[in-house]
């Protein structure tokens, strides 16, 4: 899946009229085909990993709830100042309810990194091996 994956990635890339930014991607999110090259590297060396030390996979849900958590509280600074938004451009305005990192005022928190998709997968993911990992104990 992730030869085709990335296939499709390549195909992409090379194909584009824009070859440099489909591969290092956007220049606010840096999601081109080398971010998923090095995602996909990263799941399948950890997948590798834990076949020859199951033992580790305690940790790293322990480490996931973790920072999880870190990731939730640093939305609360944002609810009361819009402008906070972890990105190097954070509080500059574009517009007057637009920050230079293209949030707008009345949208919802972006957490630590990325991007609110992102974030909120990462916390509903969590929240489900979580609980996953209460029932099994």
């Not at 992409?12 to 606010?28: A, K, Y």
């Not at 033992?55 to 906070?84: C, D």
């Not at 990325?114 to 916390?123: I, M, N």
């Amino acid at each position: 899946m992730w030869e085709i994956f990335l296939g499709v990635g390549l195909i992409s890339t090379l194909t584009s009229p824009f070859p440099l930014r489909s591969l290092l991607g956007q220049e606010q999110m840096g999601d081109g085909l080398l971010y998923w090259v090095l995602i996909a590297i990263f799941t399948l060396s950890n997948t590798l990993l834990l076949r020859l030390h199951p033992e580790l996979g305690r940790s790293q849900l322990q480490g996931l709830v973790i920072g999880s958590v870190i990731l939730a509280i640093s939305i609360f600074p944002q609810a009361i100042n819009w402008k906070i938004d972890y990105t190097v451009t954070s509080g500059q305005i574009l517009r007057e309810n637009i920050l230079a990192s293209t949030i707008f005022q009345n949208q919802q928190p972006i957490g630590l990194y990325s991007h609110r998709g992102h974030a909120s997968f990462v916390l509903a993911a969590t929240a489900v091996m979580t609980l996953v990992g209460w029932q099994w104990q």
